[in-house]
């Protein structure tokens, strides 16, 4: 719902609708719209979590494999690539994760759900340099931030020298 009419499209009626269920169940369930949205954001934040995740350890055994002399993607290609499809086919999912994230800015009951993708993922991936996870992280969230705004999503290749930069070991 959220991808499809935003934030503001979100009630415990058009909840029950969507689901086909009715009204009484989603206010017996989540008390106030504030407790549906922490559901939905931790939710959010679960999946973005292990996706990124996976696509870090994809990543790395590629890297790896290149370093063996095997071939195959660079980290840069695969973070490249996924970014891309959150930005093309996946861009109104990635919207409205960010859309979600950006209200716990006006309300602060939501911000610990929105933190939490960023907690799950640090506790999820090795990494050797603390600063230079986050800064990676923040980097990957203003390419997206970026891309949701243009006209035309950034292919992968577009996206390429950015994200070859943030994995430059520092």
Known sequence: MVERDGVAGVSHRTVAQEADIPTASTTYHFANLDDLLIATLISCAQD???EVYWMIDRARSREGLRRAGEGGPSAADEVSGLLAEALGPQRGRT?????LYLLAARRPELRPAARRWLDV???MVRHDDEVAFRVFLAGIDGLLMQGLIDDEPPTAAELRPVVEYLLKPR
């Open 48 to 50: 973005m979590a292990t």
């Open 95 to 99: 919207m409205a994760e960010y859309e």
């Open 121 to 123: 993922l640090t506790s």
